[in-house]
């Protein structure tokens, strides 16, 4: 039996980013793990660049 995981900001924002960036097929397709380290690297990064922006707005 799996165990429900909830979904956090980073999670919606990480699905919010692929889709934008075209790859939710290949991620439906190959998973999380069949992306390239660029794929990877250019979701974490804007990850990042948005969850400062969010901060910077809170302030």
Do not use: P
């Not at 794929?39 to 660049?49: C, D, F, M, P, W």
């Amino acid at each position: 039996m799996k165990k429900e995981k909830i979904e956090t900001l980073e999670d919606k924002l990480k699905y919010e980013i692929a889709e934008e960036l075209g790859l939710t097929e290949k991620i439906k397709e190959v998973g999380w793990a069949g992306l390239t380290a660029k794929e990877s690297g250019r979701i974490g990064g804007l990850i990042t660049v948005r969850k400062r922006e969010m901060n910077k707005k809170d302030k």
